[in-house]
């Protein structure tokens, strides 16, 4: 019995470091595609031409909004914003969830203020788990080759928005 438990574990703990490992070689823009739950996130990158942004050296921290938090959006919003003549606001709404640099989430404070990419400021917040401004952070430090998602459970818009 004792054998088989450890033989359960030990394959769980190589299935574990194989998944990482893939996800640590994948871009960020790679691990968003590979991602069931990232698939409109990967539409609006796509729209807003950032993919070749997203797959540069980085590093960057990215807070990925699932499909659920898009879907979340008032009705016909993501349709408008996916429109061809909307590219420079779904640019700036992107590029607010995008901040330079790898910023873990052991790296986060109570309080803190981190500079987007977009020019402006997200507030993080700890208590009652971690928190982008009124998102809440449902996955935290999936490793890319390029940097850090932390998928978030709301599109975050920037405060003139």
Do not use: C, R, W
Not at 26 to 37: F, P, Q, R, S, T
Not at 41 to 66: M, N, S
Not at 67 to 86: I, Q, S, Y
Not at 120 to 145: E, H, P, R, T, W
Request: charged residues 15%; without cysteine.
């Amino acid at each position: 019995m004792k054998t088989i438990i450890k033989s359960i574990f030990t394959l769980a703990l190589v299935a574990f470091v194989s998944v990482s490992a893939q996800a640590q070689s994948k871009d960020i823009v790679g691990l968003a595609v590979g991602n069931e739950n990232l698939k409109t996130l990967v539409a609006a990158v796509k729209a807003g031409g950032l993919v070749e942004t997203l797959q540069g050296d980085g590093p960057f921290t990215v807070f990925a909004p699932t499909d659920a938090a898009f879907a979340a959006l008032p009705a016909g919003t993501l349709e408008m914003l996916l429109k061809p003549e909307n590219k420079d606001k779904l640019v700036a709404i992107l590029t607010y969830h995008v901040v330079a640099g790898k910023v873990m989430s052991t790296d986060l404070k109570e309080g803190m203020m981190a500079a987007t990419v977009q020019g402006q400021k997200v507030k993080v917040s700890l208590k009652g788990g971690a928190k982008i401004n009124d998102a809440n952070v449902v996955a935290a430090d999936v490793m890319a080759s390029n940097g850090v998602v932390h998928v978030i459970d709301k599109v975050i818009l920037p405060p003139n928005m």
